[in-house]
């Protein structure tokens, strides 16, 4: 295991290969450009005057990647389920995995998250926000395979945060891994590494509701924070849409990711 880092605070955007992200189901809406009005109970970025054309930009503009951040830990598990109990509001990633300057779909594609619980701890390093609390190295990491429609379902819960960052989820893409008897994995090139972001409007909301209520570190938003530049779904913002009335009946959060394939 990595010894402890310093906070994630001092993270800033790294590389240059250039990624495309654009918020939508499907590759058919990349390659026409198309951009629907928000449905009911969808959250883009707040921060932004309007929804519709930020999606429509996004289609066209690339962005850098950004830093993986300290708390990687290599070897995660390929579950579509990376709960492991933690409490918190459902959040179910649908992200889509496209080639970048042909909009295909990415079929086969290990799509990889990890990201703090409630009280910004993350696994592996827990006590780094200054909670304790059981650590055995694996909540809230891993990852499936992308589907024939270059899809990967991830269920997860509505992250915390921690000094100096706002609410984010760190992501990577990686082709032609070897499935490990272990449940893990190996090999393979690592095609994007980057970070997914949440509606300041919703996550306000979400840190008056339990278990987020408790945590008593000073959140950072999004127009705070360090790494978000506030390019909407062209820097990673997902779009969010609720799974009921209720902001603790949690999210589904959509994104695709164009990459670079050669």
Not at 53 to 76: F, N, S, W
Request: hydrophobic share 35%; charged share 15%.
């Amino acid at each position: 295991m990595t010894n402890t880092p310093a906070k994630d605070m001092s993270e800033a955007p790294v590389g240059r290969r250039t990624v495309l992200i654009a918020t939508g189901a499907t590759a058919a809406a990349l390659a026409v450009g198309a951009a629907a009005p928000a449905a009911p109970g969808t959250d883009t970025d707040t921060d932004t005057a309007d929804a519709t054309p930020v999606a429509a930009a996004a289609v066209c503009t690339l962005t850098k990647e950004m830093t993986e951040g300290p708390y990687y830990l290599d070897g995660q598990l390929v579950r579509a389920n990376v709960t492991e109990g933690k409490a918190g509001a459902p959040l179910k990633l649908v992200l889509t995995v496209v080639d970048d300057d042909t909009c295909v779909p990415i079929s086969n594609a290990l799509v990889e998250i990890w990201h703090c619980d409630a009280l910004g701890e993350y696994s592996g390093f827990v006590g780094n926000n200054g909670h304790s609390e059981p650590d055995d190295g694996t909540f809230l990491r891993g990852g499936v395979l992308t589907n024939t429609s270059g899809v990967a379902n991830i269920t997860t819960i509505y992250p915390g945060w921690y000094r100096g960052r706002c609410v984010h989820i760190h992501v990577k893409v990686h082709t032609g891994v070897t499935l490990t008897s272990d449940g893990s994995f190996t090999g393979g090139r690592e095609l994007h590494t980057g970070q997914l972001f949440c509606s300041e409007t919703i996550t306000a909301a979400m840190a008056k509701v339990s278990p987020y209520s408790t945590n008593t570190v000073t959140r950072t938003t999004l127009a705070q924070d360090s790494i978000y530049d506030d390019g909407g779904a062209s820097s990673g913002l997902l779009t969010l849409t609720a799974l009921g009335s209720t902001t603790s009946a949690g999210y589904t959060g959509t994104l695709t990711l164009g990459v670079e394939t050669s």
